[in-house]
């Protein structure tokens, strides 16, 4: 079953604008990872946050997390149209295995 | 792109059939986890290999087996097909089997049970 779920499930804006896609889990987790998948291939690993941590950054991605709510946010900033994939996020509750969501499709216009 | 490697990149099966796909991972890494990814879903955990011993295991039955070798490539084995079993297979190689190990996938095999 998938823990997580990804909100909104497709995003569509102009190069330049700013991408935010949200994931609400179930349980309690270790950590959080975002990933993003371009058109069906493999996935690559965009970013950990770690139960403790609030806010973290890399480059023009920005990953929040809020335990109480159980609840993360991803936001790119000066989106590219090169930054058109799927976007999901991943937990472990509390084990060795990561969960996946059901993925944010974003799409960056020219 | 990663240093993991899968094969074959397609793969059209009948229901029935049994089918067997590969993962090479990457060097210096002795975790490999399998992953089920049905069109349109994220994907799903199947299960994960360390050092050869499997060290865990998702919701799915059997049927779905695998083997990790001695340099840490691993087989995933799926008997008796059935049409459900069409998805994108993935594999990731980490240096350990922890969650906060970053996992490097692979491109995918794209399986048709027909």
């Known amino acids: 079953s998938q823990q997580g779920e990804e909100d909104p499930q497709a995003l569509s804006i102009q190069e330049g604008e700013n991408a935010t896609m949200n994931c609400s889990y179930k349980?309690?987790?270790?950590?959080l990872q975002w990933y993003r998948q371009n058109s069906g291939r493999g996935l690559v690993h965009l970013i950990l946050?770690?139960?403790?941590?609030r806010e973290k950054h890399s480059g023009r991605l920005r990953v929040t997390l809020d335990t109480s709510k159980k609840s993360s946010s991803l936001l790119i900033t000066a989106s590219r149209a090169a930054d058109t994939a799927s976007y999901f996020c991943?937990?472990?509750?509390?084990?060795?295995?990561?969960?996946f969501g059901t993925g944010t499709r974003l799409q960056v216009f020219p | 792109e990663t240093g993991v490697t899968q094969s074959p990149t397609h793969l059209i099966k009948t229901r029935g059939q049994q089918v067997t796909l590969r993962c090479s991972s990457q060097s210096g890494h002795n975790t490999v986890s399998w992953y089920q990814q049905a069109l349109g879903q994220g994907p799903q955990f199947i299960f994960q290999y360390y050092r050869e011993e499997e060290n865990g295991r998702g919701n799915f039955p059997p049927r779905f087996s695998g083997l990790q070798f001695p340099n840490y490539s691993s087989e995933l084995n799926v008997n008796a097909l059935e049409l459900d079993d069409s998805a994108l297979y993935l594999c990731?190689?980490?240096?350990?089997?922890?969650?906060?190990?970053?996992?490097?996938f692979g491109p995918g095999t794209r399986l048709t049970v027909l």
């Open positions: 349980t309690s987790i270790n950590n």
């Open positions: 946050i770690r139960s403790n941590e």
């Open positions: 991943a937990t472990d509750h509390n084990t060795d295995k990561l969960i």
């Open positions: 990731a190689s980490s240096e350990g089997p922890l969650s906060y190990n970053e996992q490097f």
